[in-house]
Structures are given as C-alpha cells and as structure tokens.
C-alpha cells in the first residue's frame, strides 16, 4: 500500500505564498508523475500542475507564472510553491501520484487533500 500525505495548506492574504509538500510512503519501487490537484465547493477537481520523473512540467494556464511544481525523487515528495495567490486560488489541494509498487503494478494514488483560504 502506498500513502500520500500533504502538508502546508493555510490561511494566507491575497498577494501572500505557501509552499505545499507530499510525501509519499509505502511499497513503492518508483513513481511517474506527481502533481497536484485542487477542487473548490461546488466546482470539479481540477489539475494544477505535474512533474514527471525526468522533470517535465504541465501547469494550468489559471496558475502559470505564479506556481512552481517542484519534487525530490530520493524523497519520493512533490512540492508546489504558490506565489501571488489569489482568493480564487482558494480550494482544497490534493495530491496525485502515479506509482509503480515493487510487486510491479502501477497504480494511481490521492492524498488527503489540505485545505488553502486566500482572504484578507
């Protein structure tokens, strides 16, 4: 079994930055693509920005310039730094991996999801 675990979401004012983590654990032999997801009341969920293993990166066109996908493969973590956040940047973010367990199948996982309010 493999766990993704997020961490950084928050308060922040619009204008403001956080900077969200996950770490990936369990029986995993190597991991494709991580990224980040988020999805606000009463919208879908959304994708906002991957990596893949070798280091390409897909952003949304709504987050472009503003956040950076990040990961550390020796760390199996993905990070994304939100920079000028905006109150419609507002939503739960969750984390998503693509990840190939060391019996060999690949599998798709989600975090938890934390939570990012953009108000003054």
């Known amino acids: 079994q493999v766990q993704l675990v997020e961490s950084g979401g928050g308060l922040v004012q619009p204008g403001g930055s956080l900077r969200l983590s996950c770490v990936a654990s369990?029986?995993?032999?190597?991991?494709?693509?991580m990224g980040w997801y988020r999805q606000a009341p009463g919208k879908q969920r959304e994708l906002v920005a991957a990596i893949i293993s070798g280091g390409s990166k897909n952003y949304a066109d709504s987050v472009k310039g503003r956040f950076t996908v990040s990961r550390d493969n020796a760390k199996n973590t993905v990070y994304l730094q939100m920079n000028s956040l905006k109150p419609e940047d507002a939503a739960v973010y969750y984390c998503?991996?693509?990840?190939?367990?060391?019996?060999?199948?690949?599998?798709?996982?989600w975090g938890q999801g934390t939570q990012v309010t953009v108000s003054s």
């Open positions: 369990g029986t995993i032999f190597s991991i494709n693509t």
């Open positions: 998503n991996a693509d990840v190939r367990l060391t019996t060999g199948f690949l599998y798709n996982y």
